[in-house]
C-alpha cells in the first residue's frame, strides 16, 4: 500500500484560455503582496486544502497540480517559491516528471525565513476496501475505463478468466477483513508520514465516518478540514474558521458498500452506485467495462494482480496464481 506518482513526461501544449485564465494570478505572479504568501504543492488534495488554508492574515494562489505543470509554468512557480514565507508541500521525488519539482528542489527555491509544513498524500482504503490506485511508470494509460479505480474483485475475476478457470464464489466480506485493510492503510500513512516528518493525519482515521473519503485517494471535508487546522497550527498561524462551504473533491464518489457500514459501525445508509461527475454509474456497469479492458490490457492485469496481493490475501480473494 505505497504511494506512488505518475511519471508521464510532462504536457507539451499550452493550456486552452479557459485554464490559461484558472491559473492566471500563479502565471502573472505574487507582485507586491504584504501578506505572508502561502503556497501549497501536490497533487488535487493540495488545491483542497489551499482552499481551507486561504484567510484574511494569508495571501494563497491556485496551482496546477504538481502532475500538470507544464515545462513553461516551471518559471512562475519558481517566482512564487521565491517570495514563499509558508510552504505545504506533499512529498514529491527529484526532478518529478522531468521538471525540478521535487520537494526539496522546492524548498531550495524558497527564502531563508520560510517555514515548510509537509504533508502526506491521503491515501485510504478503510471505506473502500477493494480498490485500488496505480500510477506506475512507464505503463502507458493504466487507469481503467469509468472510473479510474481498479476493483481487486475485478481483478482477480479477470485473472481467473484468463486462466480459462471460474473465480471462487466468495460470500459477504466477513467485519474482520474490512477493518484488517482499513488498519493496514492507517498503519502505511502513520508510516510515511513519520519518514516525512509530516503533519499528522493517520490518528484522524482510527474511526472513520462514511464521508471521511469520496474514494481512496480523495479525502472529504470530514478529513480536511481537521488536516488544516493542525496545518496552520504547524506554520504558526492563528487558527481560523474556513469559508469554504461546499463538498470539496466530489468529482467521483466511490459507493459504500453494506459490508463497510457494518464494519465500521457507521450511521450512514449504504450507496450501491459510483457518482461521476454528479451523475449515477452502477457497480455493474463499471464491471462489464473494466473486465473488458482488462482482456485488452494483460499489462496492466499483471500489474494489478501484483500490486494488490496484499489487500486481496487480506480480503480472501485469491487469483489462479495464489
Known sequence: M?????????PLVRRPAAEEEHYRDFLTGPGDERRPVL????NCQAESLRLLLDGDDVRTVRLPPLHDVRPHEVEPLHRWLARTDLLVAQPVRADYRGLPLGTEQQVARLPGTAVVAPVPIVRYAGLHPWHLVMHPPGLADPEPPVVAYHDVRLVAEAAWRRAGGTAPQPGPTAPARVLAVAAASVAELARREAAAGAVPVSDLLEHPAGDTVRTVNHPGNRLLEPVAARV??????????????????????????????AAHGLADEPRPDWRVGGTPVTAA?????????????PDVLDLALARSAEVRALLGLPGPDD
Not at 461546499?246 to 457500514?261: C, D, G, I
Not at 464491471?287 to 490490457?297: D, I, N, P
Open 2 to 10: 505505497t504511494t506512488t506518482w505518475p511519471d508521464a513526461s510532462p
Open 39 to 42: 503556497v501549497v504543492t501536490g
Open 232 to 261: 496552520r497550527t504547524a506554520l504558526g498561524l492563528e487558527p481560523r474558521a474556513t469559508t469554504v462551504t461546499r463538498p470539496l473533491l466530489t468529482s467521483v464518489v466511490a459507493p459504500l458498500e453494506p459490508a463497510v457500514v
Open 285 to 297: 456497469a463499471v464491471a462489464t467495462a473494466q473486465l473488458a479492458w482488462y482482456a485488452a490490457r
